[in-house]
């Protein structure tokens, strides 16, 4: 059986309920394994998961606001995300104190929200001309950090769950 851990920033549900709308539309597959999110910290990352823990206990989190750009396509046309590009050196410094003492250099990773994945679905002209249309949340804040676990290819548990202190 193989065991996926990771850090995730779930959507809050009333920016969520758009973006679930169009997952559940063009990626149902995706939709049914774990709600929308942003990756904070990779399964690679997580090698000493009670230090990770003991950061987040310990470390002054505060939550974060990331503002969202038009959406994409990746992987060859096939996928689609929302790239994060406001709101960037937060995330950098949650990513640093979260992962201090485990991870030497966290690099850059960048913030998304995947609206379809390519693993399992595969954007069509007349799918992304319908995305790039809607609605989607310019601004979300997120205040909590999940901590998430998949058995092989079953829906994403959730494990542990942190709040973060309110931005001042």
């Known amino acids: 059986m193989a065991i996926r851990r990771q850090l995730t920033l779930f959507v809050p549900q009333k920016e969520a309920e758009l973006i679930e709308a169009i ?3 063009f990626n149902p597959l995706q939709y049914d394994l774990i709600k929308c999110h942003v990756t904070l910290c990779r399964e690679h990352e997580l090698t000493d998961l009670t230090q ?4 987040i206990r310990l470390s002054p989190l505060r939550s974060i606001r990331l503002g969202f750009g038009k959406p994409v396509r990746f992987a060859n046309g096939k996928g689609v995300l929302l790239p994060a590009v406001s709101g960037l050196s937060a995330f950098r410094q949650l990513r640093e104190l979260i992962l201090k003492g485990v991870v ?9 929200i995947t609206l379809m994945h390519p693993r399992n679905a595969s954007c069509m002209d007349a799918d992304f001309a319908f995305i790039e249309k809607a ?3 310019q601004t979300i804040s997120f205040s909590n950090i999940s901590l998430i676990e998949q058995s092989d290819s079953d829906p994403w548990k959730l494990l542990q769950s942190f709040d973060l202190a309110a931005d001042m």
């Open 23 to 25: 997952r559940l539309r």
């Open 52 to 55: 990770i823990i003991e950061n």
């Open 104 to 112: 030497k250099d966290p690099g850059e990773q960048e913030p998304h």
């Open 135 to 137: 609605e989607l949340p």
